[in-house]
Antibody, heavy 124, light 107 residues
Framework: EVQLLESGGGLVQPGGSLRLSCAAS???????????ISWVRQAPGKGLEWVSS????????YNADSVTGRFTISRDNSKKTLYLQMNNLRAEDTAVYYC??????????????WGQGTLVTVSS | DIQMTQSPSSLSASVGDRVAITCRAS??????LAWYQQKPGELPKLLIY???VLQSGVPSRFSGSGSGTDFTLTISSLQPEDVATYYC?????????FGPGTKVDIK
Protein backbone atom coordinates (compact mmCIF):
# COMPACT_ATOMS: atom_id res chain seq x y z
CA GLU A 1 0.00 0.00 0.00
CA VAL A 2 1.33 3.38 -1.00
CA GLN A 3 1.86 5.70 1.95
CA LEU A 4 3.04 9.28 2.05
CA LEU A 5 3.46 10.71 5.53
CA GLU A 6 4.17 14.42 5.80
CA SER A 7 5.56 16.15 8.84
CA GLY A 8 7.17 19.43 9.79
CA GLY A 9 4.28 21.85 9.44
CA GLY A 10 3.40 24.39 12.07
CA LEU A 11 3.21 28.07 12.95
CA VAL A 12 6.09 30.28 11.82
CA GLN A 13 6.62 34.01 11.73
CA PRO A 14 6.96 35.88 8.43
CA GLY A 15 10.52 35.60 7.21
CA GLY A 16 11.03 32.32 9.04
CA SER A 17 11.86 28.85 7.78
CA LEU A 18 10.40 25.37 7.95
CA ARG A 19 11.42 22.02 6.50
CA LEU A 20 8.67 19.65 5.50
CA SER A 21 9.37 15.93 5.25
CA CYS A 22 7.50 13.23 3.40
CA ALA A 23 8.21 9.60 4.21
CA ALA A 24 7.28 7.40 1.28
CA SER A 25 6.58 3.69 1.37
CA UNK A 26 4.78 1.01 -0.56
CA UNK A 27 6.25 1.67 -3.97
CA UNK A 28 9.57 0.98 -5.65
CA UNK A 29 10.71 2.30 -8.98
CA UNK A 30 13.00 0.68 -11.48
CA UNK A 31 16.00 2.41 -9.98
CA UNK A 32 14.95 1.27 -6.50
CA UNK A 33 14.40 4.86 -5.57
CA UNK A 34 11.32 6.98 -5.40
CA UNK A 35 8.86 7.99 -8.08
CA UNK A 36 8.66 11.57 -9.11
CA ILE A 37 7.12 13.56 -6.24
CA SER A 38 5.36 16.90 -6.15
CA TRP A 39 4.44 19.24 -3.37
CA VAL A 40 1.02 20.81 -3.86
CA ARG A 41 -0.55 23.30 -1.49
CA GLN A 42 -4.07 24.40 -0.78
CA ALA A 43 -4.78 27.60 1.12
CA PRO A 44 -7.88 27.52 3.36
CA GLY A 45 -10.98 27.45 1.18
CA LYS A 46 -8.94 27.80 -2.02
CA GLY A 47 -7.91 25.63 -4.93
CA LEU A 48 -4.89 23.44 -5.54
CA GLU A 49 -1.58 25.12 -6.31
CA TRP A 50 1.42 23.20 -7.64
CA VAL A 51 4.54 24.19 -5.70
CA SER A 52 7.49 22.00 -6.59
CA SER A 53 8.45 18.68 -8.19
CA UNK A 54 11.44 16.38 -8.15
CA UNK A 55 11.81 13.72 -10.80
CA UNK A 56 12.51 10.09 -10.00
CA UNK A 57 14.82 9.93 -13.01
CA UNK A 58 17.94 12.02 -12.62
CA UNK A 59 17.86 14.99 -10.30
CA UNK A 60 15.57 17.35 -12.10
CA UNK A 61 13.62 19.75 -9.92
CA TYR A 62 11.05 22.39 -10.75
CA ASN A 63 9.48 25.18 -8.73
CA ALA A 64 6.53 27.50 -9.16
CA ASP A 65 7.51 31.12 -9.74
CA SER A 66 5.83 32.04 -6.45
CA VAL A 67 8.38 30.01 -4.46
CA THR A 68 11.48 30.11 -6.67
CA GLY A 69 14.47 31.30 -4.69
CA ARG A 70 12.74 30.53 -1.37
CA PHE A 71 11.75 26.84 -1.49
CA THR A 72 14.00 23.88 -2.29
CA ILE A 73 12.84 20.33 -2.94
CA SER A 74 15.16 17.41 -2.34
CA ARG A 75 15.10 13.70 -1.60
CA ASP A 76 17.06 11.02 0.19
CA ASN A 77 16.54 7.81 -1.76
CA SER A 78 18.13 5.66 0.93
CA LYS A 79 15.57 6.91 3.44
CA LYS A 80 12.76 7.14 0.85
CA THR A 81 12.10 10.60 2.19
CA LEU A 82 11.36 13.84 0.40
CA TYR A 83 11.93 17.31 1.76
CA LEU A 84 10.69 20.81 1.09
CA GLN A 85 12.90 23.47 2.63
CA MET A 86 10.91 26.67 2.89
CA ASN A 87 12.74 29.93 3.64
CA ASN A 88 11.64 33.54 3.88
CA LEU A 89 8.05 32.47 4.44
CA ARG A 90 5.23 34.87 3.74
CA ALA A 91 1.63 35.07 4.91
CA GLU A 92 0.50 33.93 1.47
CA ASP A 93 2.38 30.66 1.95
CA THR A 94 -0.18 29.66 4.58
CA ALA A 95 -1.74 26.43 3.34
CA VAL A 96 -2.00 22.69 3.73
CA TYR A 97 1.00 21.21 1.95
CA TYR A 98 0.49 17.83 0.28
CA CYS A 99 3.22 15.44 -0.71
CA UNK A 100 2.01 13.70 -3.86
CA UNK A 101 3.41 10.78 -5.82
CA UNK A 102 3.58 10.96 -9.58
CA UNK A 103 2.55 7.98 -11.70
CA UNK A 104 6.10 7.33 -12.81
CA UNK A 105 9.72 8.42 -12.45
CA UNK A 106 9.05 11.30 -14.81
CA UNK A 107 7.97 14.73 -13.70
CA UNK A 108 5.74 14.89 -16.78
CA UNK A 109 3.16 12.60 -15.24
CA UNK A 110 0.09 13.24 -13.12
CA UNK A 111 -0.35 12.63 -9.41
CA UNK A 112 -1.84 9.29 -8.42
CA UNK A 113 -1.43 9.30 -4.64
CA TRP A 114 -1.68 12.11 -2.10
CA GLY A 115 -0.44 12.35 1.45
CA GLN A 116 -2.75 13.59 4.18
CA GLY A 117 -1.10 17.00 4.19
CA THR A 118 0.57 19.17 6.79
CA LEU A 119 -0.61 22.66 7.72
CA VAL A 120 1.79 25.58 7.48
CA THR A 121 0.65 28.83 9.05
CA VAL A 122 2.71 31.96 8.55
CA SER A 123 1.68 34.62 11.01
CA SER A 124 3.13 36.98 13.58
CA ASP B 1 3.74 30.32 -18.74
CA ILE B 2 0.65 28.46 -19.90
CA GLN B 3 -2.52 29.49 -18.10
CA MET B 4 -5.30 27.04 -17.28
CA THR B 5 -8.92 28.12 -17.09
CA GLN B 6 -12.06 26.14 -16.28
CA SER B 7 -15.71 26.75 -16.96
CA PRO B 8 -18.09 27.01 -15.39
CA SER B 9 -16.69 27.89 -11.96
CA SER B 10 -19.69 26.15 -10.43
CA LEU B 11 -22.75 24.26 -11.52
CA SER B 12 -25.81 22.71 -10.02
CA ALA B 13 -27.49 19.76 -11.73
CA SER B 14 -30.01 17.05 -10.98
CA VAL B 15 -29.23 13.44 -10.26
CA GLY B 16 -28.99 11.61 -13.57
CA ASP B 17 -28.05 14.70 -15.58
CA ARG B 18 -25.16 14.75 -18.00
CA VAL B 19 -22.57 17.26 -16.81
CA ALA B 20 -19.69 18.72 -18.77
CA ILE B 21 -16.77 20.78 -17.43
CA THR B 22 -14.35 22.52 -19.74
CA CYS B 23 -10.67 23.16 -19.22
CA ARG B 24 -8.70 25.40 -21.56
CA ALA B 25 -4.95 25.86 -21.85
CA SER B 26 -3.58 29.14 -23.18
CA UNK B 27 -1.17 27.16 -25.38
CA UNK B 28 -1.21 23.63 -26.71
CA UNK B 29 -0.36 20.85 -24.26
CA UNK B 30 -1.14 17.83 -26.50
CA UNK B 31 -2.68 15.13 -24.28
CA UNK B 32 -0.87 16.07 -21.05
CA LEU B 33 -4.00 16.87 -19.10
CA ALA B 34 -5.32 15.27 -15.92
CA TRP B 35 -8.59 15.65 -14.05
CA TYR B 36 -8.91 15.38 -10.27
CA GLN B 37 -11.93 15.19 -7.99
CA GLN B 38 -11.83 16.62 -4.48
CA LYS B 39 -14.82 15.90 -2.30
CA PRO B 40 -15.42 18.19 0.71
CA GLY B 41 -12.93 17.41 3.45
CA GLU B 42 -11.15 14.77 1.38
CA LEU B 43 -7.93 14.44 -0.59
CA PRO B 44 -7.90 15.00 -4.33
CA LYS B 45 -8.31 11.88 -6.43
CA LEU B 46 -7.03 11.26 -9.95
CA LEU B 47 -9.90 10.58 -12.32
CA ILE B 48 -8.43 10.88 -15.80
CA TYR B 49 -4.97 11.34 -17.29
CA UNK B 50 -3.72 11.61 -20.83
CA UNK B 51 -6.86 13.70 -21.42
CA UNK B 52 -9.03 10.62 -21.81
CA VAL B 53 -7.57 7.64 -19.92
CA LEU B 54 -9.70 6.55 -16.99
CA GLN B 55 -7.70 5.89 -13.84
CA SER B 56 -8.18 2.41 -12.41
CA GLY B 57 -11.20 2.16 -10.13
CA VAL B 58 -12.92 5.29 -11.40
CA PRO B 59 -16.57 4.78 -12.41
CA SER B 60 -17.19 4.63 -16.14
CA ARG B 61 -19.68 7.51 -15.97
CA PHE B 62 -16.61 9.76 -15.96
CA SER B 63 -14.94 10.42 -19.28
CA GLY B 64 -12.46 12.89 -20.71
CA SER B 65 -11.86 14.25 -24.15
CA GLY B 66 -9.88 16.86 -26.01
CA SER B 67 -6.33 17.65 -27.01
CA GLY B 68 -4.20 20.68 -27.62
CA THR B 69 -5.92 23.53 -25.80
CA ASP B 70 -9.50 22.43 -25.15
CA PHE B 71 -10.53 19.60 -22.87
CA THR B 72 -13.78 18.33 -21.38
CA LEU B 73 -14.63 16.21 -18.36
CA THR B 74 -18.05 14.61 -18.70
CA ILE B 75 -20.13 12.89 -16.06
CA SER B 76 -22.70 10.91 -18.02
CA SER B 77 -25.19 10.52 -15.17
CA LEU B 78 -24.57 12.68 -12.13
CA GLN B 79 -24.75 10.85 -8.79
CA PRO B 80 -25.01 12.31 -5.27
CA GLU B 81 -21.49 11.06 -4.49
CA ASP B 82 -20.11 13.19 -7.35
CA VAL B 83 -20.59 16.38 -5.34
CA ALA B 84 -17.06 17.75 -5.39
CA THR B 85 -14.71 20.30 -6.87
CA TYR B 86 -13.04 19.18 -10.07
CA TYR B 87 -9.60 20.41 -11.14
CA CYS B 88 -7.67 20.02 -14.35
CA UNK B 89 -3.87 20.02 -14.40
CA UNK B 90 -1.35 20.31 -17.21
CA UNK B 91 1.74 18.15 -16.92
CA UNK B 92 3.53 18.47 -20.25
CA UNK B 93 6.17 20.73 -18.74
CA UNK B 94 6.73 22.89 -15.69
CA UNK B 95 4.96 24.77 -14.25
CA UNK B 96 2.47 21.94 -13.70
CA UNK B 97 -0.43 24.32 -13.24
CA PHE B 98 -3.86 23.42 -11.93
CA GLY B 99 -7.04 25.00 -13.17
CA PRO B 100 -9.04 27.08 -10.67
CA GLY B 101 -11.62 24.34 -10.15
CA THR B 102 -15.29 23.72 -10.86
CA LYS B 103 -17.62 23.09 -7.96
CA VAL B 104 -20.42 20.61 -8.72
CA ASP B 105 -23.56 20.45 -6.57
CA ILE B 106 -26.83 18.58 -6.72
CA LYS B 107 -29.89 20.67 -7.53
Amino acid sequence: EVQLLESGGGLVQPGGSLRLSCAASGFITNNNGINGISWVRQAPGKGLEWVSSICGIGSGTYNADSVTGRFTISRDNSKKTLYLQMNNLRAEDTAVYYCAKLRSDYCTDPIDYWGQGTLVTVSS
Amino acid sequence: DIQMTQSPSSLSASVGDRVAITCRASQGIAYYLAWYQQKPGELPKLLIYGASVLQSGVPSRFSGSGSGTDFTLTISSLQPEDVATYYCQKYNSAPFTFGPGTKVDIK
